[in-house]
């Protein structure tokens, strides 16, 4: 592979839809309550990309160098990692995570500008979240609270982010729109870590799974699935979603075949095959907001 190539995949482009998607649904919920800027949100998607690539080089920087991502884990099986494959050397991934961080806090700060304070609040608390996840001292990943954070930078920091850039203050539909999304960005890390129990526990890697066990873990994993649906028509009744909200159940089968798949055997791409589901309940969930701003 190219140079280029391997920086590519690297930064794990796949992932990015998830912060595409957060962004996205909360500036439509911004535009359901006043204007929209364009170049507002286009701003906004560069910084928290800049951002999430920057936690995932820093993610594989410091788990190769616990020992946690070998060539034996299931993550660099199913998945480019050219980091464990030597194509890059772990301080170019150092300097390239710590230079995407400056470019998102830049982009933060310039937002700011515009927006107000309440932009460097979100933006720092995603940035000690990105950099905290597996670097000393916190290395919170390894302290079972991976699946909070995740659930918290992909739901209510980069929702509530997004709504703010575009209306100027924070929004108590946007947090509660957001809660479905991030749990389900979260249900892929737990994925990831229920079919990495033993990997994990052979290397002293303490996640929410290994802590839990298989079973109770896969327990979870289904109830807060359930729980992320039935979010849709509470929020419709109390009106903090349209009607249209109700598009996301296009997504259930995805859900059921998924339950289905982990009930009887959890796959090495676990973890991708949940961020499938994700990304489709996303996608429909931005899309009833889109469809509510222009059709009411």
Known sequence: MSLYTDWFLASRPWSFTMTAISVG????????????????????????????????????????????DTAEAATAKYRPHPLVQGAISPRQVFVAAAS???LGAAVGVALALHAGWTVIWIGLAGALAAVGYTAPPLKYKYLALGEVSVFLMWGPLMVEGAYV???GHASLQALLVSVPFGILVALVLLANNIRDINHDRGRGVKTLANVLGGRSSLVLYAGLMVAAFCCIPLFVLTETLPVWG???FLSLPVAVGLLRLMATEVPEDADARTAKLDTAFGVLLLASLVIQRFFG
């Not at 919920?29 to 204007?35: E, H, L, T, W």
């Not at 949100?41 to 990309?49: E, N, P, R, S, Y």
């Open 25 to 68: 649904v909360g500036a439509a919920v911004g535009a359901i309550d006043g204007p929209f800027s364009w170049p507002l949100f286009l701003a906004t998607l560069a910084g928290a990309v800049c951002m999430h690539a920057s936690a995932n080089l820093f993610n594989d920087y410091f788990d190769v160098k616990y020992g946690v």
């Open 100 to 102: 995407l961080l400056g």
């Open 165 to 167: 850039v575009q209306r």
């Open 246 to 248: 109700f598009v996301t």
